[in-house]
């Protein structure tokens, strides 16, 4: 186990190191990166708070994370190598102890956010399909359930393969077997050869998560070829602690690869989602002509601050595994006695009991009441049929209560 509680004194000092672990603009002679601390004049390097304050340093000092820090230990840019040693450490912590991967077995990077790592896995996998079977773009599709997010459609319009969305059942919110079947035998009648499936480990707007074993033996069923990405952004941090014998993990040998946002349930800064993948596969996402960028570069968006993985370990390290799972377990707690409250009042709705999302049925709701407390509608073009809850830190049961009466 990497990670564990650590103290505000053991934090901060890891994280200076870390800072100075990296070469300065300051006092190294740097003549040729295009790169820079932030600009002195808007953002003071001599405020007395620093010396308390390792993210803000980190940021102020803006190290370039550039490239895939994971893939060796010596190989990336080497003027930020001490920032870089912490990203490299946050990528084991998450994958080994949150994920169930193997030591080391796991490749990886802090992505602009849970659309870039969707992204990221789709183009790994054409690019696999393309150098290693000679498929043609018309040949891919990627699968996913209507309930996932929209980044799945905007990555098959980007990478220039088909988008297979597939229906759900209305109230289990599961992928509709007979509808996959259909739509892959179509799929293979068009020439479409090869595929990459997308499982939610929690969707946006009901917090279900789907049956990886069950829409597996669909694929195995028509002896089509398939990769498996989980798409933890808004589960990630929490389901693998409210339910620890999930199957959505890398344990589970069909997973290949997960994103998950920090800046989301971890309540991190924007800018903090994360790509991690099995090793042997960030190579098919090389961009050979990044000459000048050492160690190449292997992902979608280049140069990041190294200040996005620091404020992830912060996090993990402040509250470390059981104090983490215990701020999830309050949450779920919440989400509990929200449901027992619309049962008693007969206010239908979909709920993973693992998850602290509720979703009612909108039939029933007043809109102008949902609307009032933000409550966020799966449709905004029509009338919804949804209005959902996510029980996040900020909704206290105060807030909740006022909802219940309101509506009730
Ligand atoms: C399940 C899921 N996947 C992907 C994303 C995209 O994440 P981001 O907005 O960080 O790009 C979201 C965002 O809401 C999400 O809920």
Redesign the pocket.
């Known amino acids: 186990m990497i990670w564990e509680k650590l103290s505000k004194e053991a934090i901060n000092n890891r994280v200076f190191e870390a800072v100075k672990g990296n070469k300065s603009y300051d006092s190294d002679n740097i003549l040729g990166i295009p790169g820079t601390y932030l600009d002195t004049e808007q953002f003071y390097r001599d405020a007395d708070f620093l010396s308390n304050a390792p993210y803000l340093t980190t940021l102020i000092n803006n190290p370039n994370h550039i490239g895939c820090h994971t893939l060796t230990d010596d190989g990336s840019e080497d003027l930020f190598r001490g920032t870089q040693k912490i990203e490299i450490e946050l990528i084991r912590m998450v994958s080994e102890d949150i994920l169930k991967a193997d030591e080391k077995s796991i490749d990886g990077y802090i992505a602009?956010?849970?659309?870039?790592?969707?992204i990221q896995a789709m183009w790994i996998y054409r690019n696999y399909y393309m150098q290693e079977f000679g498929a043609s773009h018309d040949e891919i599709a990627v699968v996913f359930s209507s309930d996932?997010?929209y980044?799945m459609h905007k990555g098959a319009n980007l990478l220039n393969i088909h988008a297979l969305e597939i229906d759900v059942n209305f109230d289990t919110r599961q992928i509709n077997r007979v509808s996959l079947q259909h739509q892959l035998n179509r799929a293979k009648e068009q020439g479409i050869k090869y595929f990459m499936l997308i499982q939610?480990m929690?969707?946006?707007m009901f917090g279900s998560v789907d049956e990886i074993a069950e829409n597996h033996a669909v694929f195995e069923e028509l002896s089509l070829p398939v990769k498996i990405h989980l798409?933890?952004?808004?589960?990630g941090f929490i389901y693998p602690f409210s339910h620890a014998e999930n199957q959505h993990n890398f344990a589970n040998p069909l997973v290949n690869s997960i994103?998950l946002?920090a800046?989301?349930m971890l309540m991190a800064p924007?800018g903090t989602?994360m790509f991690l993948i099995r090793k042997g596969w960030m190579h098919y996402s090389t961009t050979k002509e990044a000459q000048y960028v050492q160690g190449l570069d292997f992902t979608i968006c280049g140069s990041r601050s190294g200040a996005n993985a620091i404020a992830i370990w912060m996090i993990l390290q402040t509250h470390g595994p059981q104090g983490w799972k215990q701020k999830m377990k309050d949450l779920i707690d919440l989400a509990d006695w929200f449901c027992a409250e619309l049962d008693q009042r007969g206010i239908e709705y979909f709920r993973n009991p693992y998850m602290n999302i509720v979703t009612m049925k909108a039939n029933g709701l007043d809109d102008e009441v949902c609307k009032s407390y933000r409550l966020v509608a799966d449709d905004y073009t029509g009338k919804p049929s949804w209005w959902k809850v996510v029980v996040m830190p900020h909704v206290k049961k105060n807030s909740l209560m006022a909802f219940l009466k309101d509506i009730s």
């Not at 602009?112 to 969707?118: I, Q, V």
């Not at 798409?231 to 589960?235: E, I, V």
Request: charged share 15%; hydrophobic share 10%; no cysteine.
């Open positions: 602009p956010g849970g659309t870039e790592a969707n996932s997010h980044s939610n929690s969707t946006t798409d933890g952004a808004f589960g994103t946002d800046h989301k924007y989602g």
